[in-house]
């Protein structure tokens, strides 16, 4: 590495199993990074396909090795960190693809912030054939632990650059499904601060029969690690309490990859769970509902007014009180619909789909909150294009007898704008972000109300360097 010796490396190990096509994406997305210290050690965990016929054509660029069986990528993971040299480590999935300035960004801020012992970021999620789908919002960064039990995984397993030392002072990876979640936890149990660059740097690539699909491994070991997390005698006390919540969460989040794939019974097992952790869940049940309304509109689902139905359809006795809301709920599903086709420009199909939302829950139009809610939700989240155009484009568009909603504009407007300025703010883009504030309070002067808002302004009109 002539001429580098000066910067540190950055090892990215790329685990892979019977991936070949969409590891030399992966592979190549490594090499056509901006930073030039690299090394990609690719561990070929017992393939059966071509890959080793497709790694060898690039030569000594990539370390590659195989071993004879299937260990599993945890294995493969460790194994190539034991033969590393790199002074930070990335780990990226064989299916999942980074962004050009991904590794120079996240070693600026290592570099500068020796305190922090990972920096993860933004991300996009992509379909089989690489389309954009959907893109992170703002996510969370500093002592994360609270929201990593809380949220969940919330870090995309390529996302994290990790200092070697922080590897070593929390060790290997364990031989468990979720593994990049038990590290992360690991790693925010033992102190350290998370950094994050708010802007998408890389893709996850859903794939349909990939590892989140084995909803039984991802019970079993999702609560061997939540089980090691609170089993820890020096977790602080206000986190050791957030038990019982966590856990609803989980059973919550579970049940509704068990009624993805059809399977009721453990479906209905872990909603009932979720709520003899929390009774408070039906009372009022507007969480759930957000929770079961999300969780249908998620990039994984391909049929997201299938999965309320069935929800509805084989919810456990303990949570028969939702039945009400099933009507509700399905508005909510199709309204998210007509939003996904306003943004691939299907204007049509995106009146069709409001209309059924309206049909199913009138109450859309004489409380447009919630539509407010997702509109704001899909605009900020588009993969490519103007979030304030968008919400143009959907108001201009609406079928007849929607024409109301249009109300929501300024609202949702200025939302935009804070947001947008709150991404900008954490890029270090200063002058953007005192335009974004001044015209959101314009659109929308209670957003005065919020420190946050005020603080992120008046820091940018004094220049302020932004961490992270």
């Keep these: 590495m002539s001429g580098l010796d000066n910067l540190p490396v950055v090892s990215v190990i790329i685990p892979t199993y019977n991936r070949a096509d969409l590891l030399r994406l992966t592979v190549d997305s490594v090499l056509a990074q901006t930073y030039p210290a690299i090394e990609i050690i690719v561990v070929d965990d017992g393939s059966t396909d071509h890959t080793t016929q ?40 064989h299916d999942d693809l980074m962004l050009p300035t991904k590794v120079e960004r996240q070693v600026q801020i290592l570099a500068a912030r020796p305190e922090i012992g990972l920096v993860h970021c933004g991300y996009y999620y992509i379909d089989e054939h690489g389309n954009r789908l959907d893109k992170t919002g703002i996510l969370p960064e500093g002592d994360v632990l609270k929201e990593l039990l809380l949220s969940g995984c919330f870090i995309w ?4 650059m990790m200092r070697r030392q922080c590897l070593e002072a929390v060790g290997d990876f364990d031989d468990l499904w979720s593994s990049d979640y038990d590290m992360w936890l690991r790693v925010a149990v033992a102190g350290y601060p998370f950094a994050c660059i708010q802007e998408p740097l890389g893709a996850y690539r859903i794939l349909l029969g990939s590892e989140m699909s084995n909803v039984f491994k991802l019970e079993e070991c999702g609560y061997v690690i939540l089980d090691k997390v609170f089993s820890d005698p020096n977790l602080p006390a206000d986190i050791a309490a957030l038990k019982d919540q966590v856990y609803s969460k989980r059973h919550v989040w579970l049940s509704c990859k068990y009624y993805a794939v ?9 909603l009932a769970e979720a709520l003899r952790f929390n009774v408070q ?33 084989h919810l456990p006795p303990a949570a028969e009180s939702l039945q009400p809301y099933r009507s509700y709920l399905l508005g909510q599903i199709y309204l998210g619909l007509s939003l996904h086709h306003f943004a691939l420009g299907n204007r049509v199909e995106a009146a069709v789909q409001l209309a059924e939302a309206i049909k199913q829950s009138p109450a859309i139009l004489e409380q447009p909150d919630d539509f407010a809610d997702l509109l704001y939700r899909f605009a900020m989240r588009l993969s490519a294009g ?31 704008n804070i947001g947008c300025a709150f991404q900008d703010y954490f890029a270090g883009r ?23 808002v005020v603080s992120m302004f008046l820091k940018s009109l004094l220049g302020r360097p932004v961490r992270g």
């Design 157 to 160: 397993s390529g996302g994290p």
């Design 54 to 93: 497709v790694m060898a054509q690039y030569g000594n660029r990539v370390t590659f090795m195989k071993t004879p069986t299937n260990k599993g990528g945890n294995a493969a993971r460790n194994l190539a960190v034991s033969l590393a040299t790199g002074d930070y480590f990335i780990f990226l999935d």
């Design 430 to 452: 200063h002058s953007r972000v005192v335009r974004q504030v001044l015209t959101g309070v314009r659109y929308q002067p209670s957003s005065l109300k919020n420190r946050g």
């Design 281 to 313: 869940l039906l009372d009022p049940p507007d969480n759930l509902l957000t929770v079961l309304r999300d969780e249908a509109l998620d990039p994984r689902i391909t049929d997201p007014v299938k999965f309320m139905t069935d929800v509805f359809d």
């Design 386 to 416: 103007d979030p304030l155009a968008f919400v143009d484009t959907v108001l201009q568009n609406l079928p007849a007898g929607a024409e109301r909603l249009a109300q929501v504009r300024s609202r949702v407007l200025g939302n935009i």
């Design 262 to 270: 059809g399977l009721w019974d453990d479906a209905r097992r872990n």
